[in-house]
């Protein structure tokens, strides 16, 4: 699942959320949090049907000060929702599902 690829939808997603902490002209050191889709199809055991239709995503959060975003720009932005991404493996998702299905809230 890892790639050491930046996807052409996290380069969007980088730049949007670049352009708005710029638009909102926060202070440098505010964090800011950005839930990025996670697709839980490939991380999933066993695999799902082929003939489910429902939304098999996850949200995954990367954050980052005001600061940082402007500073080291869309690529290092990107990078980072790179990496919240891969390093979500099936063991994460199966340990957030059981943990999820003693404690169930929606988000």
Not at 1 to 13: C, D, F, P, V, Y
Not at 14 to 34: C, F, G, M
Request: net charge positive.
């Amino acid at each position: 699942m890892g790639t050491n690829r930046i996807s052409s939808l996290q380069a969007l997603l980088a730049h949007l959320w670049v352009s708005v902490i710029r638009n909102r002209r926060l202070p440098e050191d505010q964090e800011t949090k950005y839930i990025i889709p996670i697709d839980m199809r490939p991380r999933v055991h066993p695999p799902l049907p082929q003939q489910y239709f429902g939304v098999a995503v996850l949200g995954g959060n990367v954050t980052m000060k005001a600061g940082e975003l402007l500073e080291l720009g869309l690529g290092h932005t990107a990078w980072q929702m790179n990496k919240m991404i891969s390093t979500f493996t099936e063991v994460e998702a199966t340990n957030f599902f059981e943990s999820w299905a003693k404690n169930p809230k929606l988000c």
